[in-house]
């Protein structure tokens, strides 16, 4: 309580790029316990809270679409494509355009994190066409999942599930990590995808985070 100037100084004073528009804070907490945040919220912020998911096995889900090709993305149009499906599938909270902007920064930092042999962008094809894909990168014997998106078009044929046990099953079996994390809004369909292919809640993770509204930077 009364630590809301500190943090939120220590945010700016971390991260000087003008662009930046937005405080985000998050705390880990084994008992889940969110502690004192309603100087935060009367200060416009929003509170938000993380699953923790890890697994050191997966089950074949029952919704495992068997026509779904998956495998690395290899040409840049496939990334292309990619990024069109993330913009397709984000948050409106900010116009496509920046979201594109996001995802093209981010396609280029996980591209050079494929060459460094850090883990691999795995597209789910459905009839030569991308349905879906995710990022699946490792440290120190630990996978980790990077922005599941399926395509508007291709909701609940399995897209997902399918590429989420996939890509586990085939680091896991590469004897490359012991376990794998992926992180998710608890009260959110998706979890219960993650959950069917194996993952088990871990510890809930709180957050919480601002940004100016007149800015979309």
Known sequence: QGDFAVWTQTFKSEFTNPKIH???????????????????????????????LSASNVNRPLKYNSELVVRGLQTES?????????VASSHD??????????????????????????GQWYGGFLNGQLAG?????????????????????????GVC?????EASRRLLDSGTVDHLVMCADPDYH??????????????TEH???????????
């Open 22 to 52: 937005h405080i985000t804070l998050a705390w880990d907490s084994a008992d889940g316990t969110i502690g004192e945040i309603d100087e935060f919220i009367e200060n416009g912020f929003t509170l938000e809270a993380t699953a923790v």
């Open 78 to 86: 496939e990334w292309e494509e990619m990024i069109r499906v993330q």
């Open 190 to 203: 998706a979890i219960k995808i993650y959950e069917a292919v194996g993952f088990e809640r871990q510890i």
């Open 133 to 157: 894909g995710l990022g699946l990168f490792h440290h120190q014997r630990v996978g980790r999942f990077q922005s599941v998106s399926t395509a508007p078009d291709f909701q609940r044929r």
């Open 207 to 217: 957050g919480v985070y601002w940004w100016d509204k007149n800015h979309h930077s």
């Open 93 to 118: 909270n900010l116009p496509p355009s920046e979201w594109e902007r996001f995802y093209r920064t981010q396609a280029l930092r996980y591209q050079d994190m494929e060459r460094a042999g850090f």
């Open 161 to 165: 599930q399918t590429l989420v046990y």
